[in-house]
């Protein structure tokens, strides 16, 4: 199984790289995955984009919400106006109000709704999370990153919504500072076994208001995305079977 190696290594993609299909976690309807991060560039928004297109490629109906309403931010928003493509959409709304826009989107047939939050949003998020089925938090391969976990973690306690750390924008995925930092942050809890490499394909595609799934399809940027999306629902799927 994916996760048989959640908290004891990294997963590196086995060669030849075969390209996963994006489908929902047997008894979802819809998947809402919420991405918190207290620390700032951790690439958040990518890897929101990044999962919602690739979903969109499988003929899922995405709907992103872009909960940082400061100008200056709206990372996801920003995106958006620069896509030619409906699916994703994108919306935004103030993270007290976005509760109702779940429900808004899983009545028009939205199946993955995917929630990029602000870092400041703590408060709002411990009560959010309660709506999620998986709260993903980015972290890189960095000592003030896995600092910046500890706020985050505490949240983790208080739902009963599974949660992961991903390890996000390493140089390679099987070297000594991955493995490394990997372990570091798996010693504190559950972390994705897939981690995302520091890829210009991820910057150029998303200047063009692409995903690289659509950017580079069946490359290595493409290749992780899926798997790491694919972890998320699986480390969901299996929380809410354990709970049963």
């Known amino acids: 199984m994916i996760l048989d190696s959640l908290f004891k290594r990294p997963r590196v993609l086995p060669a030849p790289h075969p390209v996963p299909r994006i489908v929902l976690p047997a008894g979802f309807v819809s998947f809402v995955a919420m991405m918190v991060a207290k620390k700032g560039g951790v690439g958040k928004s990518t890897l929101a984009v990044n999962v919602g297109v690739a979903a969109a490629c499988d003929g899922l109906r995405v709907?992103?919400?872009d909960t940082d309403l400061d100008e200056d931010q709206q990372n996801c928003v920003k995106w958006a106006s620069r896509r030619q493509q409906a699916n994703p959409k994108v919306i935004r709304c103030a993270i007290g109000k976005t509760r109702a826009?779940?429900?808004w989107g899983r009545k028009q047939g939205f199946?993955?709704?995917i929630i990029d939050t602000a870092g400041r949003d703590l408060v709002h998020m411990s009560d959010l999370a309660e709506y999620a089925d998986v709260l993903l938090t980015p972290g890189q391969a960095s000592s003030n990153d896995l600092d910046?976990?500890?706020p985050l973690r505490r949240l983790w306690s208080r739902t009963?919504?599974?949660a992961a750390i991903v390890l996000n924008g390493v140089i390679s995925e099987d070297s000594n500072r991955t493995r490394f930092y990997w372990r570091k942050f798996s010693d504190l809890g559950a972390i994705l076994p897939g981690v995302l490499v520091r890829r210009?394909?991820?910057i150029d595609a998303v200047a063009r208001g692409q995903g690289v799934s659509e950017y580079r399809p069946g490359g290595p940027g493409d290749i992780e995305i899926r798997r790491l999306l694919l972890e998320a629902f699986q480390h969901a799927a299996e929380k809410r079977e354990s709970a049963q």
Do not use: F, N
């Open 148 to 150: 910046a976990t500890v």
């Open 101 to 103: 826009a779940i429900a």
């Open 111 to 113: 199946e993955l709704i």
């Open 160 to 162: 009963a919504t599974p």
């Open 63 to 65: 709907l992103i919400i």
């Open 200 to 202: 210009v394909e991820y």
